[in-house]
């Protein structure tokens, strides 16, 4: 996310900025932009607009990287909006047997020291030829040979796309994933075995500016953001890297100036992860939530810091039990509702719908039934 980057070059102390577009400067005083620094400015200084002094960070390692969430709020407005020309969305422009070639242009890792595994934040310059939109995925094909078929290359791995149509740069050219580093820790080692990491997760992490990368797609439409009513209600819920199509969401809603979608609605968001340290964008949603508090909510749940009304762990579940009453009546007003993350989370999701329907003397099955024939119900899990 080089250009929303707000990592300051030593011997620059500014305020944050967008690197491309005078319009999202929170002052006019330009600043020099380090791309894959670690920004450290208190997150109230985001959306302030105060000055920011010169931070001097720690190693790496120790600090997860904030560059990646800087949100400046005067609305881009400058933005390729020949995107928004198309009434159907772009679906398998490239095949598995002639995936485009892009190109890695950073690597974050998002996440604190003390999250359960690393995720990264990773922005993919397409140039344009592999339009996308909100709520679609990439394929990635990893480099190498397939281990099961010798001979044939690896298989596509699907990934849920984490920006708006126009990019982290707003230009229409580059897409980013959030992607968690799928690795093995074999008990009887008491280590990692690396004959059974993820091979993309891994691929993808340890990717430096310049590698390429190749990719099929885009693909999906039941996650596709619907737009007829910019006054909906969009209620969305995820475990872990499932945030990805619902940072799209809200960049669009909330940071882009887009003319023919104007949100005036509500955006709900549900996250669960283990640990505050494993929060994914937090800062980003802090600063929605501050700034539009009539159209945002966020609501998190952490499973080994926070506990249940019960007294075991606190799960996205918990919460939309926390929330039911309002979350059934938004749904019986027409709310959009949207699952994303790993496929674990679904049955206890279910348990807790059907748990919450019968107290209201309800049939959850069929409640079901009516939100999928109305199109509320949207479900991408993996």
Not at 124 to 144: A, L, R
Not at 169 to 176: Q, R, V
Not at 223 to 235: F, K, V
């Amino acid at each position: 996310m080089a250009p929303m980057t707000a990592a300051l070059v030593q011997g620059s102390p500014c305020v944050p900025m967008h690197a491309t577009s005078p319009s999202c400067l929170y002052s006019s005083q330009r600043c020099k932009v380090a791309s894959v620094q670690t920004f450290y400015a208190e997150v109230n200084s985001f959306f302030t607009g105060q000055s920011l002094q010169l931070i001097t960070a720690p190693p790496r390692t120790f600090q997860r990287s904030r560059t990646a969430r800087v949100v400046a709020y005067t609305k881009v407005a400058s933005l390729p909006l020949e995107l928004e020309a198309p009434t159907e969305p772009p679906l398998n422009t490239y095949k598995n047997k002639q995936p485009y070639i892009g190109t890695i242009k950073s690597v974050e890792r998002i996440v604190g020291p003390n999250a359960t595994g690393e995720t990264c934040h990773i922005i993919i310059d397409h140039n344009g030829d592999v339009p996308y939109w909100e709520g679609q995925s990439y394929g990635i094909i990893p480099p190498g040979e397939n281990p099961k078929k010798p001979g044939t290359p690896n298989t596509v791995r699907l990934y849920s796309i984490a920006s708006t149509r126009y990019g982290d740069e707003f230009d229409g050219k580059t897409a980013s994933l959030c992607v968690r580093r799928a690795v093995y820790w074999d008990p009887e080692l008491g280590a990692e075995d690396p004959a059974k990491k993820g091979i993309c997760s891994n691929f993808l992490c340890d990717s430096k500016p310049g590698d390429k990368v190749q990719i099929t797609g885009p693909s999906g439409k039941v996650m596709l953001l619907p737009e007829e009513d910019h006054n909906a209600t969009h209620i969305m819920v995820a475990t872990g890297t499932g945030i990805a199509p619902y940072r799209g969401y809200l960049r669009r809603m909330f940071l882009e100036d887009v003319p023919n979608y104007k949100f005036g609605g509500l955006a709900w968001l549900f996250l669960g992860v283990a640990n505050t340290d494993s929060l994914l964008y937090n800062d980003e949603f802090l600063g929605y939530k501050q700034k539009f508090p009539d159209n945002f909510k966020y609501d998190i749940a952490l499973s080994r810091e926070q506990k249940n009304p019960s007294g075991g762990k606190m799960y996205v579940q918990d919460k939309i039990e926390e929330y039911s009453e309002e979350i059934f009546n938004l749904l019986d007003k027409g709310a959009h509702i949207y699952f994303c993350g790993l496929r674990g989370m679904m049955p206890g999701i279910q348990a807790t719908l059907t748990k919450v329907a019968e107290s209201r003397g309800e049939s959850w099955e069929t409640k079901l039934a009516a939100l999928k024939k109305n199109k509320q119900w949207h479900v991408e899990v993996y």
